[in-house]
């Protein structure tokens, strides 16, 4: 199995006739944890639809674990081993928690499965008849990943995991991030909070204006002080 888990690849994509990612380039290595930055609007949520294939690319290729899978739908990237958590989250607010994951439920190697995701995520363990639109957002974030987790991806992609939560939620989420890299997932996240990926991340890509510019040790590029000056919100 390739030692790259998501290779992006000269990757142009369009919503319409608007571009949004220019020729980009992206390497995830397999177990790492890498984070995407850059401003709103840098084109970070673009990268991960782009590599889910909820975007257009009309040019360039989508590899995951060596797998070209460009131009594919997205249920054919999930099953070539990519997980995807929106910003959005997308709970279905009209079943439950435990109906949530009977939805992403999907048999792979990963072996995750309700007990497993509830050991994760105990607070959900005792909403198994909650309604999904009755969860707080933090709660909803925690049932997405643990809906994704569900499918069993050998690469998840989490877009902004920490966008809008309170402090003790991101908390939990970043601990959740690293033991999710500890049981062998990789991992790629989209943030514009510097501190919370640089307390996950091993990783870093900084783009800007659909490119990526600099990648490196995520330590490195958390105390560029140009990079985070030009690039990146304080």
Sequence with gaps: ????????????????????????????PRGSITVLLGRNGAGKSTTLKAAMGLVAVRSGTVQVDGADVT?????????AGLGYVPETRR????????????VGERAGPGGWNRERVFDLFPALAGMRDRLGGQLSGGEQQMLTIARTLMGNPRTMLLDEP????????VEQIAATVTTLAREGLT????EQNVRFAAHVADRAAVIERGRILVEGPIAEIAADDAVRDAYLTP
């Design 91 to 102: 709970v279905f607010a009209d079943l439950t928690v435990d109906e949530n994951l009977m």
């Design 71 to 79: 131009g594919a739908p997205p249920y054919r990237i999930s099953r």
């Design 162 to 169: 920490s966008e809008g939560l309170a402090p003790v939620v």
């Design 1 to 28: 199995m390739s030692e790259i888990a998501l290779r992006l690849s000269g990757i142009d994509a369009f919503y319409g006739a608007a571009q949004a990612l220019f020729g980009l380039e992206l390497d995830v």
């Design 187 to 190: 991992v790629l996240l989209s």
